[in-house]
């Protein structure tokens, strides 16, 4: 959690949706100073700076958060990518666990954990000091998204210790998975959505409750002034930046005619907006007091 002696800021919010009850917590951020090219590799350095201060953002520095996502339906309570954990690659990070107790929600409680791919902000907190850190839940992940990291297909060389945390950590709850394809139902008004290229199986969800809907875009978009302002742009953590690209046309696309509250994990917390299309483009437009009220 945000280190006292330092500015206190949000770190939980929690909305009604029908007969959901959400809840987002800030695992952490990372400040970075490379806006270009790690939003946007395929995009040049006076698109980015443009953009950045069109945005009165401070080029090159960014802030990139983690961001995961807690869903209350009436028989269940679903983790989705429960962030870092005890693997937190420094204080700014891995503070899921602590901000969970605050909620009042505890680890046992959670029946399933929904992971949307398996990179570590994603996988780590799967397991602490050695044991599930959710002792009773069910995990679900897309079947394509364990068979790569399983697999032996070709990966960048960045990407080596993610497939070791993968097999370290996601491995071994293998008899706790249950392995889905998109469209796959995942409790009575969650469906898994195909978002496919961020990596092998990467996946978004849907939920509706009562007739009110809400996505989850996971990492369709890293960042939320550069991802929506042109989709062709790839963004650095893309393990397949082409199909990555046809997939964030079609979940955006999907996200704006929905005019439904989106949430995904890298955006600024609390992570809760609206995609509006624009002339040429899209838009992130940040949740005011639309969840309040
Ligand atoms: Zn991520």
Redesign the pocket.
């Known amino acids: 959690m945000t280190d006292s002696r330092k500015n206190v800021r949000p770190e939980i919010y929690q909305f009604g949706l029908g007969n959901f009850k959400i809840t987002n917590i800030l695992d952490g951020y990372f400040h970075r100073e490379d806006m270009h090219p790690f939003t946007a590799m395929n995009a040049s350095v006076s698109e980015i700076e443009a953009i950045a201060k069109e945005h009165l953002l401070p080029y090159p520095k960014l802030e990139h958060n ?1 961001v995961p996502t807690l869903i209350e339906t009436p028989d269940s309570l679903i983790a989705f990518d429960p962030g870092f954990g005890k693997r937190a690659p420094g204080p700014t990070a891995g503070w899921y666990n602590q901000l969970l107790e605050k909620t009042g929600y505890s680890p046992d409680e959670v029946t399933h954990v929904v992971i949307s ?1 398996g ?1 570590p ?2 996988i780590a907190n799967l397991i602490t000091d050695g044991a599930p850190t959710f002792k009773h839940a069910e995990i679900i992940i897309s079947r394509t998204e364990y068979e790569f990291w399983t697999g032996n297909s070709a990966i960048p060389d960045f990407r080596g210790p993610t497939r070791q945390m993968f097999q370290e950590i996601v491995v071994p709850l293998a008899d706790r998975c249950r392995f889905i394809e998109p469209d796959a139902s995942i409790v009575e008004g969650l469906t898994a959505l195909n978002a496919f290229g961020h990596s092998a199986g990467h996946m978004a969800f849907h939920a509706e409750s009562d007739g009110n809907e809400l996505m989850i875009l ?2 369709t978009i890293a960042h939320y002034a550069v991802s929506l302002a042109n989709l062709e742009w790839q963004f650095s ?1 893309d393990d397949n930046p082409e199909m990555a690209v046809e997939s964030r046309k079609r979940i955006v696309g999907m996200a704006a005619s929905s005019k439904a509250p989106i949430i995904a ?2 955006m600024p917390f609390p992570s809760v907006g609206y995609i509006e299309q624009t002339n040429s483009n899209f838009r992130w437009v940040p949740s005011t007091y639309q969840m309040n009220i």
Do not use: E, Q, T
């Open positions: 983690f791919h990179h902000d994603h996971s990492d953590m994990f890298h």
